[in-house]
């Protein structure tokens, strides 16, 4: 989502980029005014990491909150990841 104006911009990216961008996010500051707005995702993180290993494992949820797809475990793409994500 853009920032103040309330427009949402999809695009599509690989799991691998879906990392980046959530490392991204993790490595944001607090109280920096910055944070990841993040749905249909659960995601670990271990934040004394060094940057660009700190996620640890990504999921795609459905709106129940199951597992539908495995992208990121234990820092690597996972086997049956989906090879792209809108």
């Known amino acids: 989502s853009l920032r103040f104006n309330n427009s949402l911009m999809v695009f ?3 799991p ?3 990392k980046a961008i959530l490392e991204h996010g993790a490595g ?3 109280n ?3 944070y990841p707005q ?3 995702l659960r995601f670990s ?3 004394e990491l060094p940057a660009g290993g700190r996620i640890l ?3 795609a949820v459905d ?3 199951r597992v539908v797809a495995r992208i990121i475990e234990n820092g690597v793409v996972a086997a049956d990841a989906p090879a792209l994500i809108s």
């Open 45 to 47: 993180h271990e934040p």
């Open 38 to 40: 993040i749905g249909g």
């Open 57 to 59: 494992n990504i999921a």
């Open 28 to 30: 944001l500051a607090p």
């Open 63 to 65: 709106q129940d909150g």
């Open 12 to 14: 599509d990216t690989t």
């Open 16 to 18: 691998q980029g879906l």
């Open 32 to 34: 920096s005014g910055g």
